[in-house]
Each structure stands twice: as structure tokens, then as C-alpha cells.
């Protein structure tokens, strides 16, 4: 679709994610067993032949330009198409560090006036979903809209946390002009959450970038840009009817992951013609998953380069997970190269990159459910986060709700035993 351009926004952290963030972006965190996030937009897009896209990325944008690379796993590699990495730009003083998506627009207009598009896509990199763009599109363009928002129904219970729109015209109606829209209010005044999808002409887009950007504080399309649009443009919203998790939380990024593993059977993710990086942590080159005589896997997914030998229940294992005999593994995310013991007993965990659990050690035990002492709206629902390649010997029981930093060594585990709740330091 050459009428149509892309920014994906997804260079930021959330400290909501706490230590799966504290070395990569939102945006290139893992996801379903072989997977990124920004693997569902990117997918969304190649599916809906949008072929142009700039990634806008700021926050330890490392792990994420490895994954993407120049866009050939998606089929962006060629002479119409393509994906563009775009860090912020020095300015004349300093760093000029993005003060919200739409000043991370903003200071990316060279690259939109390099392909001068008839429309603008500008897409969250942080959203797992299953969309054709094409639709939106044709919606926008039968009612000659300047702006079309995207938005998702949400319970009133926690719609707070999202940007909320009034849509005219009945719920059944694919969409209508955008009556009213409020950033994250106090109290829930509309059931319809923005999806963090903007699709723009290019004119109207132009003009509020020149136009709307303050010379200070930050410039977000939510909260500035989208209200002071309705009563001055043509703005749409537009329904999306299909499953989508917002996983800015501990919570939200573990329920999606559950999601995932019901495929077909609830969501039909089978049918989104997913694509990844196969070259991304040498996935391609790992060897098949190995299954022992020992092992017994229910209601999981594992992948390339893992070995089982022990049980694993409704949990998610990416490449290169070792779960030794005799180790049970329950609803539980571990990142590529986690290391179970043999013995170890691991129950509603996510361990990111390298982790190694020692033989007998036991991880999100016990039936004392108290929040995490140091961030208590962060971690409460009994999960427990272990950063990256940090080493717990064997001799350790932990409690739920528990967050261990990145790169501990056993010897810095100087309790046996670690409560409910802690930060372990």
C-alpha cells in the first residue's frame, strides 16, 4: 500500500515491567516462546502491505535494532520498501531526547518528507494484536477524515489507565466522528480506549507538527494533540473488534503470554501470520527441542534448542531452556538460555535471559500472597521477576511477589530463605 507510510513508536521503557526493561526497550521484549513485541505491529503491517515503516527508538535501543535488523524477515528489504531505525537527533545544545510521541514524530519529519505518502500510520511498538491496516484505511478515506483513531471496548473496571474516546453512532457501527476524548481520567467516562494508532493525512500532519509543538514540557498525541484536534479537524474513531493486550504491567504481560498458549482453541493467534527474527538469537541455528523419557510437557510452548527432562505445566520456554530431571516447571515464563536444576521447583515465574536456578531450589512457593514490600502496585498477584543471567544456588526457597535484579551471582544470596514479597539485595 504505497499511499500509506508508518512510524512505529518503540523506544520506551515502563518501569511498570521493572527488571525485563531495565536493558532493552518495551518494544523488544520477549513474547510467546520465540518472539518480540514489535513482532505484532511489524507482522500487521507486512500482512496489510503497508511497506515503508520508521522505528523510533531511544531507550536502549540495542537488542532491539538487532532484532529488526534491516526488515528482510518481514519482507521490508527491497526497492519500494523498507525499515528505517531512527534514534533521536543531537540538536544544537544537547540530546534531544523524546518528550512524547508526538514530538518523537516531530523530530523525525526528514524522514517523512523522504516518502511523501498520502497518509501518515503512526503505530505503538508495544501492543500484542492482530490488525489490517487496509481497513482503517478505508474507513478513513470514505469519510475523508483528517485523523482516524483507533480504539478497543474496555471494562469500566481499570479503564482509567487508557485514553478513553466517545464515538458517535452505535457500538455496532464500525466507527464514527470522535464526539469527545480524555487522557487517562480520574473516573471512566467512555468504554472505548485508544489503541495508540493514528492514521493522518499527511497535510493535517504537517500542520501539527509545524504548528501544535510547545517549546517546553512534553508533546503527546494523547494528551495534547488528539483533543485539541475535534473541535478544529475531521476525526474519526474507528472500532477494532479483535483481541489486543495492553501489556504495560507485570500482570498484563503475563496474562497475554496465557493467552498465547491457548491459540487456535480461544484466539485463533495460529491465524495471524506471525513472523520474527529467525536469525535473532541464532534461532535458525539451534538444534530441534529435545523431550526425554522423563520429561512430561501439558499446556506449554517450548521452541528451538530446548531440552526437558523434567515437567513443565502451562508455561512458556524460549530457545535454549534447559529444565533438568526430576524439575517442575509451573505457569512460568522463562527467557532464552534459563537454566532449571534438577530438583528445582519454579511456579509462576518469569525469568528473563540466562537465569540459572540451582538444583532443589524453590521459587514462588508457599501460599503467603503479601505484595512486593518495595513496589506493591507493581507485584501482587504472585509472580515473581528474576533479571537477567542472575545465578540462584540451590539452597534457596523464595516466596511470591519477589523481584531478584540482573546478574547475581550465588555467593550474593546470602539467606536460604527469602518471605513473600522482597527485594532481593
Known sequence: MHKVVSLILAGGRVDELSVLTLHRPKSAVFFGGM?????????????????????LSQYRSTSLINHVGVGTSWDFAGRERGVSLLPPQ?????????????????QNREFLEE?????????????????????????????DADVTAAFVPVPAEGAGRFGLGDIEGDDSEPGGPLVDYVEKPSRPLYKWASMTIYLFKRSVLSEILRNFAPPTGTFEFGRDVLPALIPRFKVFGWRHRGYWAYSRTIDEYWRANMDFLDGDGKLGFEKWRLRTNLDDKRLRERSPAILTSESHVTDSRFTFGCHIAGTVERSILFPGV????????????????????????????????????????????????????????????????????????????????????????????????????????
Not at 94 to 101: A, E, I, L, Q, S
Not at 337 to 358: F, N
Not at 379 to 392: F, Q
Open 35 to 55: 518472539y518480540r513485541v514489535i513482532d505484532f505491529p511489524l507482522s500487521n503491517l507486512m500482512n496489510s502491505g503497508i511497506e515503508r515503516v520508521g522505528i
Open 90 to 106: 543531537q540538536g544544537s545544545s544537547h540530546t534531544d531526547w523524546y518528550r512524547g510521541t508526538a514530538d518523537a514524530v516531530a
Open 115 to 143: 516518502y511523501p505518502h498520502e497518509h501518515v500510520l503512526i503505530l505503538s511498538g508495544d501492543h500484542i494484536y492482530n490488525m489490517d491496516y487496509q481497513e482503517l484505511v478505508r474507513f478513513h478515506e470514505e469519510n
Open 322 to 425: 534447559v529444565v533438568e530431571a526430576g524439575a517442575v516447571v509451573r505457569d512460568s515464563i522463562l527467557f532464552p538460555d534459563a537454566h532449571v536444576a534438577a530438583g528445582a521447583e519454579v511456579t509462576k515465574v518469569i525469568a528473563d535471559e540466562k537465569v540459572s536456578i540451582g538444583p532443589g531450589a524453590r521459587i514462588g512457593i508457599g501460599n503467603d500472597t503479601r505484595a512486593n514490600s518495595v513496589h506493591p502496585d507493581l507485584l501482587r498477584s504472585g509472580i515473581t521477576l528474576i533479571g537477567k543471567a542472575t545465578r540462584i544456588p540451590g539452597t534457596v526457597a523464595m516466596g511470591k511477589n519477589c523481584i531478584v535484579p540482573p546478574f547475581l551471582d550465588e555467593e550474593q544470596f546470602t539467606e536460604s530463605s527469602y518471605p513473600a514479597g522482597v527485594l532481593v539485595t
